[in-house]
């Protein structure tokens, strides 16, 4: 723990999402502090330390020290991570042009996080203290946060993850969005034309239900973070007037991202439709009304022009699969030995031997000898359907006296002509082989019965039944 306990003298920089202002010579105490932590870095680490920090990195009771404060009458949970700067600092005029420099970089990275829309502003303290060997200088760079952690985590909770889970696994992170986007615009919200600052998803979601551009636009960031997926809010300019919005990372490109603008809105700023306008376009698709001043915001040049064109809307549309409803026939055997079967292939059919493990391929070999052993088949998995249930097994006897159930002429089908030649058996009319008699005696009681037949009747019909 450290904790400082003189009153300094300092200068604050303070950044908000849609302006800059600086403050000078502005009195600050950090007396009743009691920092976590005081990371030790160069301006260059501190810069990198945002770049790669989580939302839960830079809100973390082991990083920041968590005070309430308030800001033009607006309260908010300040979350304040303490650096001691390890750069030559010659005198304050260096030490204000570097804190300048540091909150101009880290800005980027903070304000394309969530940060975006629940911080009121960023401001950036430095501290100074004399020592044995000069001057130590501190960094106190702080969050003033509209909505609190547990507040977003409700969101996440409560509201995203729900929907997220209801969805088919199999769809595609793009038909995720695609639902993301109808679910956002189905009348749950509305605009908030007042054009507050609002600055919570959080009231949004679970009190007022509406939002502007900052509330919507971080509601999209938290279903894309619950899809893995890398995305980003954009702080540009919307025909004329400041506005933010999502870059989301597919396939390895950054596309743009404007749900509440797919949402036109009426005079009361009820959402009057549901487009996909603004859904996964490159930056030249919406360079009419969507606008980023890319010479003073450079950085963001590698993620909004990274599309050429377009997600294909195609892409968006989602054909649940169901169970094949056909089944196919059992499977027909057209060669047998003593240790291996091959069954009739059939296209977009697969086979099994268990009914468990399935495979393409329609020869079974290394089978155990004198023993009796079903073969299946089903539909197999298709960009329409899943696989089939699996159809009636032929029985199959190995080993050197090998044959199928059911098969009273030799020929490895069962067909209505083994049925009549079995019935002709019982009337007398013909007799059979002691090795067709095997093949039909299905209650294996040594003799053809008129229950044997009727079986097989049964079986050739195409009732799903075993022999």
Known sequence: MKKFIAFFICIVFCFSVFS???????????????FPQIFDMTS?????????????DLVSPENAYISDEVFDGVPVKTYSIAFLVRDDINGLDDANLLMEKVLEDIYFHVFSKYFAVTAYNI???????????????????????IESYDQTQKVIEDFVRPFLDSLPEDMTPVQKIYRINEYILNGQFSYDTDLMNRKSVYKMVFEDKKGVCEEYAGLSMLFFNELGLDNMIVIGFADGAPHAWNLVKIDGIWYNCDIL?????????EHSSVSTDYLLKSYASIS?????????RPEYSEYILSADYDIDESLFNYTPKIVNPKVPSAPTVISLTADKVVLESIEGVEYSKDGVLWQTDNSFSGLAPDEKVMFYSRYALSD????????????VYTGDSAFVFGDVDGDYKVTIADAMRGMRHISGHEGLSPESIVAVDFDENGIVSLTDIMKLFMYISGKNIAL
């Open 20 to 34: 800059v202002s600086f403050s000078a010579d502005f009195s600050f105490s950090y007396e009743d502090c009691d």
């Open 44 to 56: 260059d680490e501190i810069i990198d330390f945002y770049a790669n920090a989580s939302y839960e």
């Open 123 to 145: 401001y950036l303290s430095m501290l100074y203290a004399m020592t044995e060997n000069g001057v130590d200088y501190y960094f106190i760079i702080s969050l003033n946060l």
């Open 261 to 269: 603008w797919d949402g036109p809105i009426d005079a009361s700023g």
């Open 288 to 296: 009419s009304d969507h606008q980023v001043d890319l010479t003073t």
């Open 384 to 395: 329409l359907y899943l696989p089939s249930e699996p159809s009636a097994p032929v029985s």
